[in-house]
Nanobody, 126 residues
Framework: QVQLVESGGGLVQAGGSLRLSCAAS????????MGWFRQAPGKERDFVAG????????YYAESVKGRFTISRDNAKNTVYLQMNSLKPEDTAVYYC???????????????????WGQGTQVTVSS
């Protein structure tokens, strides 16, 4: 079992920044591939960013490339999502997910993630 707890969401004006955190417990964090997804009202949960075990490989959705940065601190069992130049279309509930079975790379598919946090709301006003 893996427990994930997100934090750091909130209300911000367009052009602003937020940093989301996701604290993990229950399994050796350095063996988990981690991802951030988001879900807007009435829409599917979409991939935002993912990071490999060591942090050496990162992947981003096209819509956030150059604005968002995913990172991890294996000593603190935490993954982060730094979000800059936020836009109203970034408004969503953000979820972190853990993929426990991946031996290489990062998946962008939500079905490949085994555990999820409760989500944190990000609202960007225009």
């Amino acid at each position: 079992q893996v427990q994930l707890v997100e934090s750091g969401g909130g209300l911000v004006q367009a052009g602003g920044s937020l940093r989301l955190s996701c604290a993990a417990s229950g399994r050796t964090f350095s063996t988990l591939v981690m991802g951030w997804f988001r879900q807007a009202p009435g829409k599917e949960r979409d991939f935002v960013a993912g990071i490999s075990w060591t942090g050496a490989k990162t992947y981003y959705a096209e819509s956030v490339k150059g604005r968002f940065t995913i990172s991890r601190d294996n000593a603190k069992n935490t993954v982060y999502l730094q979000m800059n130049s936020l836009k109203p279309e970034d408004t969503a509930v953000y979820y972190c997910g853990a993929d426990v079975d991946r031996s290489w790379g990062v998946s962008t598919l939500k079905g490949d993630y085994d555990y999820w946090g409760q989500g944190t709301q990000v609202t960007v006003s225009s």
